[in-house]
Every structure is written in structure tokens, then in C-alpha cells.
């Protein structure tokens, strides 16, 4: 019986296993695909070289990059000397006359995740049953990743949840970052005067101004209720962080219109910054949500009326 599958990484594996016996290719990867690059998520070379040491390497990701950009839902070169998408990329004539075959991995919502590629160095011309199984693996992955990406975020508002945070706790250990602890001020109120459904729906525009705050390298969490966390891994200026907060303060106070009623709310925000000390992620997170407490009462001591005068 196989192992259970209970990670990207372990549906890949399942995948290339199940493919190298299937398609006979010499070389198998699948691979991530985004904005900022590639990685390799699980290979198979069938001459026993390490992906690392693999002269093929740079060629996949390159040719990677075409399957996601052409609209056929299977990218077939039989040789990529005669085919003018790959005739002119970088190691082409050095590799020689090799084959490519490459298809996209979606999630349901038909966002492009990656590819699932082979290379040969005979064309691979694939019958109904071998592409239906392709085809089928692909869809697997995509399916992995709609459950992966549930597990990990928000379902009201599509951010990142604590369990993201668990993760990344543990994969960016040895990485900088700082970090902004967002709370909404008197939220309670707005569930106690016009319910918890309006109280969802004013969630979901503070994160979507929340997004457009942020770029799309840092990490934006849903803490908990009517708390928020962002992540930055490369930004541990003070003055710097100091703008974004105010940037994302004065956000907040833009008035709110749900369901015809204008909505007036504020935050109060807690910073904390590695500065190269090597503080984990989670002590700055604690650090940064006791820097909000902090603000949080001063400003209700500041708020609270003075005693009359006898």
C-alpha cells in the first residue's frame, strides 16, 4: 500500500513515480511557477544524475515558463532545435535535438501554479491513454493544492491563517523579518449594533485595503477575530516600517459603506523588527502584539474623560 499523501511534496512524489514508469522519459520534473521564479519541487533524472548537477536544469525552467504562457493545455516540442519557441533559448544547441512535453498544474479557481514537464532525447509522442494520464496527474496536483491552500488560509477572507504562521515558523527560521500587529479598534460594537454577517463583511474590506497596502512579497495574515499580522522579509528600516503603518492606519479611518450604512473605524498597530539580532518570527509576532496592547491602552487612558469637579 502506498504512503498516504499529506503534502505538495508527497503528491509530487506520488506523481513522478507513477509517471516514470509510465512515459519512459529520461528526465521528469514538476515544478512551481510564479511571479519571482521556479523551483523544483520533486525530478527523476533515469540516468541517476543529481538535479542539481543536471545540464538540463536551466532548460526546464526556461521551457517551464512557455507551458504556462501558451493557451493549449499541452506543450509538445519533438525536437527543440525545429521548433522557433525553443530554438533560440539558452543551451538549446548545446543539449541537441531533445523533446519537450509540458503541462500546466491549476488550482480550481484556474489560477497557474506550475507545470509538470518530461525530456527526452527521442521524441515523446504520447497515445490517447499516456496524455489522459498526464492530464490526470496534473489535475491531482492541482486538487492537492486547492486542500494545501484551504489548510492554510482564512476562509472569510482568503489570507493566511496561524497555521501558515506554524509553518513558516519552522521553513524561515534563518530569515529576517519584521513585522506589523494590526488590531481593530471597538469591533465588538459593530458585531453588537448591526450583527456578526455585518461584522464579516467589514472584515472583508479591511483586508482588502489591507492588500493593497502590501506588495505581494510580504505575508498577510488573519490573526484571529478582528486581528491582522503582516510579514516583511525585506524591510527592517524603522522609518520605513513606521510609513507603511501609517499608511495602513490612515487606511483604516477611510470610512466604510456596508449595505448603505458609512461605517467610521480606527487601529491600533504594534511594530517589531529583527534589526539583525536574529530574533525568531514567533517572538517578534509576540513582541509586536505586545507593542499593540500597549498602544491600545495608552490610547484608552489618553480617550478616557477626565472626572468632573466637585
Known amino acids: 500500500m502506498s504512503s498516504p499523501t499529506r503534502s505538495l511534496e508527497d503528491a509530487a512524489d506520488h506523481i513522478i513515480d507513477n509517471l516514470k514508469h509510465f512515459l519512459q522519459a529520461d528526465t521528469l520534473i514538476v515544478m512551481e511557477i510564479d511571479d519571482t521564479g521556479s523551483r523544483i519541487i520533486r525530478a527523476f533524472d533515469r540516468h541517476e544524475n543529481t538535479i542539481q548537477d543536471n545540464p538540463l536544469l536551466p532548460l526546464l525552467k526556461c521551457y517551464s515558463s512557455l507551458v504556462l504562457k501558451q493557451s493549449a493545455h499541452l506543450l509538445s516540442i519533438p525536437n527543440i532545435l525545429d521548433d522557433q519557441r525553443t530554438a533560440s533559448l539558452p543551451f538549446a544547441k548545446q543539449l541537441g535535438a531533445l523533446s519537450f512535453v509540458g503541462i500546466p498544474v ?3 479557481d484556474q489560477q497557474l501554479y506550475g507545470a509538470i514537464c518530461a525530456i527526452h532525447s527521442k521524441p515523446l509522442l504520447l497515445d490517447e491513454r499516456q496524455l489522459g494520464f498526464l492530464e490526470s496527474m496534473a489535475v491531482f496536483l492541482g ?12 476562509s472569510l477572507t482568503g489570507l493566511y491563517n496561524r497555521r501558515y504562521l506554524s509553518d513558516l515558523y519552522q521553513s524561515c527560521s534563518d530569515k529576517q523579518f519584521s513585522v506589523i500587529f494590526i488590531d481593530i479598534d471597538d469591533f465588538k460594537e459593530v458585531n453588537d449594533s448591526f450583527g456578526h454577517d455585518f461584522g464579516d463583511l467589514l472584515l472583508l474590506q479591511i483586508a482588502a485595503r489591507l492588500k493593497q497596502s502590501v506588495r505581494k512579497t510580504d505575508i498577510l495574515v488573519r490573526y484571529g477575530g478582528d486581528e491582522f499580522l503582516i510579514c516583511f522579509q525585506h524591510l527592517v528600516d524603522n522609518h520605513d516600517i513606521d510609513i507603511v503603518a501609517g499608511k495602513i492606519k490612515e487606511s483604516i479611518k477611510e470610512p466604510f459603506i456596508i449595505n448603505g450604512k458609512t461605517i467610521h473605524i480606527s487601529a491600533s498597530i504594534g511594530i517589531s523588527a529583527t534589526h539583525g539580532t536574529g530574533t525568531s518570527l514567533k517572538n517578534l509576532i509576540s513582541d509586536a502584539d505586545l507593542a499593540m496592547y500597549g498602544i491600545k491602552q495608552n490610547e484608552k487612558t489618553f480617550e478616557k474623560p477626565l472626572p468632573a469637579r466637585k
Open 106 to 108: 491549476k488550482t480550481a
Open 143 to 154: 486538487y492537492i493544492l486547492d486542500l494545501e491552500n484551504a489548510s492554510v488560509t482564512d
